[in-house]
């Protein structure tokens, strides 16, 4: 009878938890993962390709923009999490209000000035204020793109960039800093948290 009540509410709990839990996330947030900013230098080349007029094969060039990567010389994060948890019918939800300021020195190591910057915000459609984009210290201006923050700035090849990207925004459950995909080497990475609450799960 026991192992009977056990599992009829773990079985209620579990269906009440994943009904509940849709709701929180529109009305409150989801789980917030945040990227370093990807920046590239853009450089025009001349590319030669092969068409077919009139039956003739006819070669022609065409100009393409190439976007090449460039690496963080320097990262430096300030994430302020505050919980604030929020009940939906009889279970706590670890809700949380998140502050995020990332400063970044990159080196622009090609021979184009033409920079741009991209940050890609944790949740395409969660709530952002206050944010801020400055490079060299000069707020710049910022366009919103597929759920990134774009902006294009000018610099001088070989000169070592500061950035600086901030917001204020709030999510559920758990945030993370991700390193992305396929990266092989981190240098000069700090990440400083304060938080009101004593558990962190690294």
């Known amino acids: 009878a026991w192992a009977i009540l056990g599992e009829t509410i773990m079985a209620r ?22 990227a370093p900013p990807v920046v590239t230098a ?28 460039l690496p963080l010389e320097q990262s ?49 459609d969660a709530i952002y204020d206050d944010l801020v984009c400055n490079v060299s210290g000069t707020p710049v201006p910022i366009v919103m793109d597929n759920g990134a923050v774009v902006a294009k700035v000018r610099a001088a090849p070989g000169a070592v960039i500061p950035m600086e990207i901030g917001y204020r925004s709030q999510g559920l459950e758990s945030w993370h800093y991700s390193f992305g995909e396929n990266v092989v080497q981190v240098r000069y990475f700090r990440l400083e948290m304060r938080t009101d609450f004593d558990d962190i799960d690294f």
């Open 42 to 69: 853009s450089r025009k080349v001349q590319k030669i390709v092969q068409e077919t007029v009139e039956g003739k094969p006819v070669s022609r060039a065409v100009e393409e923009t190439v976007e090449d990567p």
């Open 76 to 124: 430096r994060i300030r994430v302020d999490l505050d919980l604030e948890q929020r009940r939906k019918g009889l279970r706590w939800f670890a809700t949380y209000r998140v502050g995020f300021a990332g400063r970044y020195l990159v080196r622009n190591s090609t021979a184009s000035d033409q920079l741009t910057l991209r940050l890609v915000l944790p949740v395409p």
């Open 13 to 34: 709990t579990s269906s009440a938890d994943s009904d509940l839990e849709p709701r929180v996330e529109s009305n409150w947030g989801k789980p917030q993962v945040q």
